[in-house]
């Protein structure tokens, strides 16, 4: 929107950059901002809750382990290595049951040897020797027992009744972000998409699967699926029917979207699966960080797994968001595997001699160990991986959901009353009716700038700001008279006008004031069409 106040050229400069980078230029106008508020940061994502109970229990793992390590040497500080034999039964005498984080750690020993048949020395020492983090990650891909619990943690939160952890492979990555860049690496390295392929993506979404394909070293050509404000962000049959181009390689989608915040449908999900139908080769990847906030969600994965690749993260259910815990998951037969077995001979020839290095029988890796080869360039596979820290702390959340699930889950339930909360406090202060659809995470909203000026005053003010101003000029005045920074919903993706608001990262009371500090900006630009 926005802009004759004297900074016309700063605005169409920031307008050059991404929108997480146009938060950050807003948050240091904030902190000086006129009126001398606290600064509102509604921009960023990372929650402002923690779980407590699988970090409590990763601390006193380590001490578990230290205290093993001491067994074996111990010159001060200097201590030795961990045994495998009857490690379970020091672990049961060194927990007190009596204590709500040891209880935790030994119902999730008694749980994992009873519905995975593990034998407890065998999953204590991983763990131990996990938060330890005094081995590289072996498996380069993920730790052995690790990749059975996250699997049971997708199935139960993601699949919505359907069982594919046994078919399911996964690969822990530090967070999503490093799940996204792996993915469009290798895709592009096994010859899966290349610079001019058409790829479809639902918009608006989380900027790096706009900004990554344009880049020049992949150079790939984007269909939007675009999301409108009238069918509430929920992606329309029109849109999707757009893949049935037969030039279409791919399909990425975020769900529930972000910024839009919702679910796909059961139709939506139906029509994605008659497209696979129709067309086998389909490549999708879907990234369902937010599915935990939307009761009964149903991933694309469970719908059509052998031609998706999952992304998730642990950052936002468990505010994670600095610990980078994330993870892909593969189906052990997918579209990925058999597309790279039919390529023609001098690439797959080209493909051989690459993993050579890492396999005896390179044509037989499989896609998602091909990533993690190529996440450390092919010649440091041997010490690839998640840290093995990262993989116990996801192992913990996991196992923190799983031992809940039969009691109502009431983390998880916490959570999105947060957002829930938070979400409806923000659209009842701004006068608009909020969106109530099951499929809505609540997580962001999107706010029309432009619908709302039409709704509070008329549509010549409506045009008045279009006709008249940069589109970050609202952002701009925001930040530098009232600390309130939200973000360019443009940057995702959306129609000019469009701001995000996040959810997550404030106290429940500053919504109002969000709301209060919109409304009050958009009564100055009113004053300012008056009195021109």
């Keep these: 929107m926005s802009g004759e106040m004297n900074q016309t050229d700063m605005e169409q400069q920031l307008e050059q950059l991404g929108a997480f980078e146009i938060s950050e230029e807003m948050l240091k106008l904030a902190q000086h901002n006129e009126k001398n508020n606290d600064v509102l940061d509604a921009g960023r994502g990372n929650p402002n809750w923690i779980n407590t109970k699988a970090r ?104 919505n009744g359907v069982n594919l952890a046994e078919q399911t492979q996964v690969f822990p990555t530090e967070g999503g972000s490093a799940a996204i860049v792996y993915i469009f690496n290798s895709l592009r390295v096994n010859h899966l998409l290349a610079p001019g392929d058409k790829i479809a993506v639902s918009t608006p979404i989380f900027t790096p699967y706009l900004q990554i394909p344009v880049l020049n070293e992949y150079e790939m050509v984007e269909v939007d699926l675009s999301s409108r404000a009238e069918d509430d962000w929920q992606i329309q049959p029109a849109e999707l029917a757009k893949v049935t181009d037969p030039d279409i390689k791919a399909l990425f989608l975020v769900n529930p979207s972000n910024p839009g915040a919702m679910a796909l449908d059961e139709r939506a999900l139906a029509q994605i699966k008659q497209l696979v139908a129709n067309n086998p080769d389909l490549i999708i990847i879907t990234d369902d ?48 595997d058999r597309l ?58 996991s196992l923190n959901f799983l031992l809940e699930a ?21 659209f009842e202060n701004l006068g608009i009716p909020a969106n109530l659809s099951p499929y809505n995470s609540k997580y962001y909203a999107l706010i029309d700038v432009y619908q709302l000026a039409e709704q509070r005053y008329d549509k010549g003010f409506r045009a008045y700001l279009v006709d008249n101003f940069e589109q970050i000029d609202f952002l701009y005045q925001l930040s530098e008279k009232s600390g309130v920074v939200v973000m360019d919903g443009a940057g995702f993706g959306t129609p000019d006008g469009v701001i995000r608001v996040s ?30």
Excluded: C
């Design 503 to 532: 959810e997550a990262n404030l106290p429940d009371e500053a919504y109002s004031q969000v709301a209060t500090a919109i409304l009050e900006l958009l009564a100055d630009y009113n004053n300012q069409y008056i009195n021109d």
């Design 406 to 426: 039969d009691n109502g889950d009431y983390y998880v339930e916490a959570s999105k009353a947060i957002v829930a909360k938070r979400y409806a406090a923000l």
């Design 56 to 159: 409590l229990a990763f601390a006193r793992l380590i001490e578990f382990g230290v205290a093993e390590s001491r067994r074996t040497i111990l010159k001060g500080d200097l201590a030795g290595y961990t045994t495998l034999t009857d490690i379970s039964t020091r672990y049961a005498e060194f927990l007190d049951a009596g204590d709500s984080t040891d209880n935790f750690l030994l119902e999730a020993l008694e749980y994992v040897a009873n519905r995975f048949n593990i034998d407890r020395d065998d999953f204590v020492k991983e763990m131990v020797d996990g938060v330890i983090g005094n081995n590289y990650p072996v498996p380069s891909r993920v730790l052995k027992h690790s990749e059975k619990i996250l699997n049971a943690y997708l199935q139960e939160t993601l699949y």
């Design 289 to 336: 960080v937010y599915g935990t906030f939307v009761n009964d969600f149903q991933t694309v994965y469970s719908v059509v797994p052998n031609n998706t690749l999952l992304v998730y993260s642990y950052s936002k259910l468990f505010g994670a968001t600095g610990w980078r815990v994330g993870m892909i998951a593969a189906h052990e037969d997918n579209v990925f």
């Design 340 to 397: 790279i077995s039919q390529l023609p001979e001098s690439q797959r020839a080209e493909l051989d001699a690459r993993y050579a290095l890492n396999v005896f029988a390179p044509a037989e890796m499989k896609f998602i160990d091909r990533i993690v080869a190529d996440s450390r360039a092919v010649g440091l596979y041997h010490t690839a991986g998640l840290s093995t820290p990262q993989q116990l702390m996801e192992v913990l959340f």
